[in-house]
């Protein structure tokens, strides 16, 4: 770990939960990575091992029986949680984002049925704004519709893709439009739909890289109450927004610990390995895959948390959410790359996490919005704040 370090009530606390994911948690990595039977057994049993440490739901309101860390004290810890896929899951952080956005959103019977089995884990979550026929980084196409019904309601009918999680969950968020045509601003509206209705359906899953978790699915006139609608019914944009920079920044902060996973990992290769001329830590091409992996770590690392400062302050932090999003997934694919490279074939094998940390570092260049998306939207930001205009005419 750097010197630089995030703001912590607790260094204790961070401690734990770091000792907790080293010790319960990726050794628990087959068995959960298994999904079935295997995976529920085992994830059953970290959560009751979580909750009997104190872990469990650190950054989930304390009123529904989370720990009630400011989203600043949980970032200090994420970055441990997150050093295995499966920590947030087994440490009840995972819902975090849509126990967020449907307490500051969501109708009173939204809030009463779902928040409380949220935060406890009875209950699961999922949130499906991606289109198999609409590129991901542009909501105002959406085709999913909702039309109202003369009780008030809504018929919701659709389809949408690569949803984590949908699978086994109990509510999905959905993006519909409700008025206007395709690129329109207006007449985007979020939507909670329990997934026992009728019309629901998941149709498959996606794997990622050979990995699962990801689905499509379908909703053919799904009918939701009038008071499953968040927010004012026309903001979906604006709640959209925020949930995609709280949780770019929560994965960035997890891939940190991820990619001081595979460091380590590579370190610990390096020192002790021999090759035909000795160890290869003494070889200079694999000190400079350390060089490099420790460089982009330390220089990652603050980014991040620059973003987590800005969104804990309230301020706009879109600029430094772009910047922490492209950095840290660049950075895990690079020093998961590096690691594998140092191990050789045994990288490539199923006897550590390379090859899972190496997919999850590919994969985040994409999700949640292209390394692309991200760079143009934030250099024309900036250029427009040195005066640029778009479409400006050619000075002569």
């Known amino acids: 770990m750097s010197a630089f370090q995030p703001e912590c009530e607790s260094t204790e606390l961070r401690a734990r939960v770091d000792s907790f994911v080293r010790t319960e948690v990726i050794p628990a990595e087959a068995a959960l990575d298994a999904g079935g039977a295997d995976r529920a057994v085992a994830l059953r049993g970290l959560r009751d091992s979580a909750r009997g440490a104190g872990l469990w739901a650190l950054p989930l ?4 029986g989370g720990g009630g860390l400011t989203f600043q004290q949980y970032a200090a810890l994420a970055e441990s949680e997150g050093a295995s896929d499966h920590g947030p899951a087994a440490l009840g952080s995972a819902p975090l984002l849509d126990v967020l956005m449907l307490g500051r959103y969501g109708g009173a019977r939204v809030r009463e049925e779902y928040l409380g089995g949220l935060v406890s884990g009875e209950l699961r ?16 196409l959406t085709r999913t ?53 009728p019309g629901f359906r998941v149709v498959r899953e996606l794997p990622v890289f050979g990995a699962s978790g990801q ?71 694999v000190q400079q895959h350390v060089f490099d992996a420790l460089l982009a770590l330390r220089t990652t690392r603050p980014l991040v948390h620059e973003a987590v400062a800005l969104i804990a302050a309230g ?30 074939a045994a990288g490539l094998g199923p006897d550590t996490a390379l090859p899972s940390l190496f997919r999850g570092g590919r994969a985040a260049r994409i999700l949640d919005g292209p390394d692309e998306l991200h760079i143009t939207s934030v250099a024309r930001r900036v250029l427009r704040d040195h005066g640029w205009a778009p479409g400006s005419p050619i000075r002569g």
């Open 215 to 285: 689905y499509e699915i379908a909703l053919d006139r799904v009918l939701v109450p009038a008071d499953h609608v968040l927010g004012r019914g026309d903001d979906a944009l604006a709640i959209a927004g925020e949930r995609l920079a709280l949780g770019r920044t929560l994965r960035c902060l997890r891939w940190l610990g991820q990619a001081q996973r595979a460091f380590e990992l590579m370190c610990e290769r390096a020192a002790t390995r021999d090759g035909s001329h000795g160890p290869l830590a003494g070889n200079q091409l």
């Open 315 to 344: 301020q706009d932090a879109r600029t430094e959410v772009g910047l922490a999003k492209v950095a840290a997934a660049r950075m895990l694919q690079q020093v998961a790359d590096s690691a594998i490279q140092v191990y050789g």
């Open 125 to 140: 979550s999922c949130y499906a704004m991606t289109e198999p026929d609409v590129p991901g980084s542009a909501p105002l």
């Open 61 to 64: 309101p304390a009123e529904l």
């Open 145 to 197: 519709r909702a039309e109202p019904r003369p009780d008030g309601g809504w018929s919701v009918t659709g389809r949408k893709w690569f949803t984590s999680g949908a699978d086994g969950a109990d509510l999905v968020t959905v993006m519909a439009r409700t008025g206007g045509t395709a690129g329109d601003r207006e007449g985007l509206t979020l939507f909670a739909v329990p997934t026992g209705s």
